[in-house]
């Protein structure tokens, strides 16, 4: 299942409340993914980061948790994900990687994913963040976006959506 996090670059914390969004966050004041994907990239840093997920886990945010009801698949169609079965017999390992590699969000929950990406910049010192995408179907190798403004985010994501498995790293 896809996660998406949002990473204010030195702040301290962002002071969200709950209520405020339709989805399900989780603020923590370490830069530590709920994947591996961008492990080793965030370790070196330091900030808060919050974890989207779907709006069914405000009640139980300990058990599994991703964000794949946030998000619309339609832009990159497939009819069917493959779920790899790895033969132990056999030297290539299949890792589902390269299915899907598009995505938006949908429309009800844009406006609160601004909003917490404003606040996101608004409460970094040095006025940087990080939109990150990890989905275990998406692209095989990661990638590092850089945007200036959340306009321009919000611009490449209605023209052409944005791409799994990759950092968006956006200033203010």
Request: charged content about 25%.
């Amino acid at each position: 299942m896809p996660t998406v996090e949002i990473a204010s670059l030195n702040s301290t914390g962002l002071g969200l409340n709950q209520s405020d969004f339709e989805f399900t966050i989780i603020e923590e004041n370490k830069l530590k993914s709920h994947r591996g994907l961008f492990y080793d990239f965030l370790r070196q840093q330091s900030g808060t980061i919050v974890h989207l997920g779907n709006p069914c886990f405000k009640n139980q945010k300990d058990n599994g948790f991703y964000a794949g009801e946030i998000i619309d698949f339609s832009i990159d169609p497939n009819e069917e994900i493959t779920i790899p079965i790895n033969n132990l017999d056999s030297p290539i390992y299949d890792s589902g990687a390269n299915q899907l590699f598009r995505f938006r969000f949908l429309d009800q929950y844009k406006a609160d994913i601004d909003k917490l990406l404003k606040t996101a910049l608004d409460k970094s010192p040095i006025k940087k963040i990080y939109l990150l995408t990890d989905y275990q179907f998406g692209p095989e190798k990661e990638s590092i976006v850089t945007i200036s403004i959340i306009e321009e985010f919000w611009q490449r994501h209605d023209n052409d959506g944005l791409i799994f498995n990759t950092l968006y790293e956006i200033y203010g």
